[in-house]
């Protein structure tokens, strides 16, 4: 989930690491353009009835559908059990519809089947989420961790999910615990990429407005971006749009209170003739992405 601490300008001088998707899933990865819409469900159980929409992002432990062990390479192995949403995937795609599946990337979730196998000294403060913290994404450091990671990508392909919504990939101005620069953060984002292509998987760049570049919007399919309406901060999103990628988007009620804008339809009145221009694919939604949701 985002937080923001306010928008830096920061000069980036790194070398992208992935242009395009590589390799044998090449032509297969989806690539959902600007008109594309989708729910966003990653708590509660998922209705039986699906939405009218092209996409589905769900969370990823909720969708395992049976019992199994992944192997973390230099780690051992991680069980994981039948999720809450158990078999929601074959659904979706019953339904013709593509299942994106939610984890976490850049932080370490105490709750996860695999958080033990985290070394202490790569996990930072408190993202402002129950039982979250930021993990250090700088290169000598997420060396120690990125087989977990990869591991759920594994995971994640290993139970149908065709992409991946990669969160937590944007300390910057957010007091991580850890002196991590914009290179960092964008070297890391563009390592989720390439490591999502590998395994064939669509993936989507979440949030991370500090780094969005010619190089990040080539390395990823699809963009989700929360609240750059209330944080005014939407046209340094829209490159993904003129590059012909969807842009999923979503403004979360519950923040806007603070401006006396506290209801959906009065959400609905601030952000949607805007986000028609935009072409984006807005939700509005309580705070955390579950069932309920009204579009533009």
Not at 12 to 27: E, H, I, N, R
Not at 103 to 127: C, M, W
Not at 275 to 295: C, G, M, N
Request: aromatic share 10%; glycine share 8%.
């Amino acid at each position: 989930m985002r937080i923001h601490s306010g928008v830096l300008t920061v000069a980036l001088a790194v070398t992208a690491l992935l242009a395009a998707p590589q390799g044998a899933y090449a032509d297969k990865i989806w690539r959902p353009g600007p008109d594309t819409t989708w729910q966003w469900q990653i708590v509660g159980k998922i209705p039986k009835t699906l939405e009218k929409v092209d996409m589905y992002d769900i969370d990823l432990e909720a969708a395992v559908p049976s019992a199994r062990t992944v192997n973390v390479p230099g780690f051992g192995g991680v069980k994981w059990k039948a999720g809450e949403n158990a078999g929601v995937i074959d659904r979706i795609h019953a339904a013709g519809k593509v299942a994106i599946c939610y984890l976490d990337t850049g932080a370490y979730e105490s709750y996860r089947p695999d958080a033990k196998l985290f070394p202490k000294q790569v996990i930072g403060a408190n993202t402002g989420w129950d039982d979250e913290n930021w993990l250090d994404i700088r290169p000598e450091s997420a060396s120690k961790f990125a087989p977990i990671i990869w591991a759920r990508l594994d995971l994640a392909k290993q139970i149908g999910c065709d992409g991946v919504e990669p969160d937590q990939n944007n300390p910057l101005g957010n007091s991580p615990g850890f002196p991590i620069t914009a290179a960092h953060q964008k070297a890391w984002y563009l390592q989720v990429a390439r490591q999502a292509h590998a395994r064939g998987l669509s993936v989507g760049m979440k949030n991370g407005v500090e780094v969005i570049d010619r190089d990040t919007v080539a390395a990823f399919d699809w963009a989700l971006n929360e609240e750059c309406f209330y944080y005014s901060e939407c046209d340094e999103v829209k490159p993904f749009i003129d590059a012909g990628k969807a842009v999923f988007q979503t403004e979360f009620v519950d923040v806007w209170k603070d401006k006396k804008v506290n209801t959906v339809a009065k959400v609905r009145q601030r952000v949607c003739s805007s986000s028609r221009t935009h072409r984006f694919a807005t939700l509005i939604k309580s705070e955390v992405p579950d069932r309920t949701f009204q579009t533009c």
